[in-house]
């Protein structure tokens, strides 16, 4: 079983950057394909970043291309995702999401584990 915490998250002002941690345990954080996910009120779940278990593959949602960076440190069983430039779209719950199979997915419906989420919160 692999638990997932995210922390970082906090109000910022538009055009602030934010950097969010995923901390990984109870497994060896390099099997586990890593994503970074938001909803925002009254919105569904959207795909923001993911990360192979290398970390030499990554994708990116179009909104984000450019200004986020997701990354990971296997030895720290941490997954990062850098936020520079937000908007006030950027504003939601962003959550840390693994699994375990090959490839890397921007479907919700691929990953088996899932954090609490973390607030962003980006004023204009």
């Known amino acids: 079983q692999v638990q997932l915490v995210e922390s970082g998250g906090e109000l910022v002002q538009a055009g602030e950057s934010l950097r969010l941690s995923c901390a990984i345990s109870?497994?060896?954080?390099?099997?586990?394909?890593m994503g970074w996910f938001r909803q925002a009120p009254g919105k569904e779940r959207e795909f923001v970043a993911a990360i192979s278990r290398s970390g030499d593959i990554t994708y990116y949602a179009d909104s984000v291309k450019g200004r986020f960076t997701i990354s990971r440190d296997n030895a720290e069983n941490t997954v990062y995702l850098q936020m520079n430039s937000l908007k006030p779209e950027d504003t939601a719950v962003y959550y840390c999401?693994?699994?375990?199979?090959?490839?890397?997915?921007?479907?919700?419906?691929?990953?088996?584990?899932w954090g609490r989420g973390t607030q962003v919160t980006v004023s204009s």
């Open positions: 109870g497994r060896t954080s390099s099997s586990y394909v």
């Open positions: 999401a693994a699994y375990r199979f090959a490839g890397v997915s921007r479907d919700y419906r691929s990953y088996d584990y």
